[in-house]
């Protein structure tokens, strides 16, 4: 229709002739990416680095010479079930009618095994929906003492964790958040019963309870976000063998490379633990 090599009338006017916009006269159809090709490229850059979201997958795919539109990717990613993986919300939430205690650690030197237990709740992504674990872990030797897993976060289940690691060795201190879990009355008469003293964090102060924080990275990263579980039991499976590996196998770095339960029973010996200390005192329990 139009003839842009027409002798006597311009582009310009043909387009007011025909009453069309001269633009669409230069348009040019992009040619269509294959999706099934994009699709394998969010993929490959997520199983590798799979705390990419969509922005930072359209970004790393620009940079490359993809120029797809970033709305379009996290259509695809929705379509392929693929989230980034980022901390969530803090699982321990403080109850405000539960009695706080101080942290105790403070200059500490924790230099043999069951002198300080720390213990917390991370959740274990499944197929459809989570389950909780908890676990203790020996500041000294690095060693998970016990652990067990819920698909609830009810303080009964943290209690019977608990019990069953008293049963087998005693703790001068137990340290945790302030999650309701563990100011709970019972167990607070647990620990104390067992005459071990109930140490806290501080508010905000993750660093507090950085031993089992260090565990978790471990945990997740070197086993649990690389499957699907599909079931409670498959993921109680693969939680048990990780950490027999990680107690009785895996060389800890911050151990010299020995292994956890060799330094746990004596086989070994471990540079005294100290918590880092706190830039202000103010920080304390709340």
């Not at 201190?173 to 607070?188: K, M, R, V």
């Not at 010299?256 to 880092?276: D, H, S």
């Amino acid at each position: 229709m139009i003839d842009p090599a027409h002798e006597t009338l311009p582009v310009r006017k043909q387009c007011l002739l025909l009453d069309i916009n001269r633009s669409t006269v230069y348009y040019q159809l992009k040619p269509k990416m294959d999706e099934g090709k994009i699709m394998n490229a969010i993929y490959e850059l997520w199983i590798k680095n799979p705390f990419y979201g969509y922005r930072r997958i359209h970004a790393v795919l620009t940079r490359e010479g993809c120029p797809i539109n970033s709305k379009r990717i996290r259509r695809l990613m929705h379509m392929m079930g693929l989230k980034a993986i980022y901390p969530k919300k803090q699982l321990s939430v403080s109850d405000a009618t539960h009695q706080k205690y101080p942290y105790l650690l403070q200059d500490l030197s924790i230099n043999q095994p069951n002198k300080v237990w720390c213990t917390d709740i991370t959740s274990i992504k499944m197929r459809q929906g989570f389950v909780y674990l908890m676990a203790i872990i020996d500041v000294y030797s690095r060693t998970i003492v016990n652990w067990g897993i819920s698909t609830t976060m009810e303080s009964g289940f943290c209690i019977n964790i608990l019990q069953e690691a008293l049963s087998k060795a005693k703790p001068e201190y137990i340290n945790t958040d302030q999650g309701s879990q563990f100011t709970a009355s019972l167990w607070i008469k647990t620990v104390e019963e067992s005459e071990a003293k109930v140490s806290m964090d501080g508010i905000g102060r993750w660093c507090d309870n950085i031993p089992i924080e260090r565990f978790w990275r471990s945990a997740k990263y070197e086993s649990t976000l690389l499957l699907c579980f599909e079931t409670v039991q498959e993921a109680r499976q693969e939680i048990d063998r990780y950490i027999n590996f990680y107690n009785r196998e895996r060389p800890h770095q911050s151990l010299g490379y020995a292994v956890p339960w060799e330094v746990y029973t004596g086989q070994e010996v471990a540079e005294p633990f100290q918590f880092k200390k706190r830039i202000s005192n103010k920080i304390g329990y709340q």
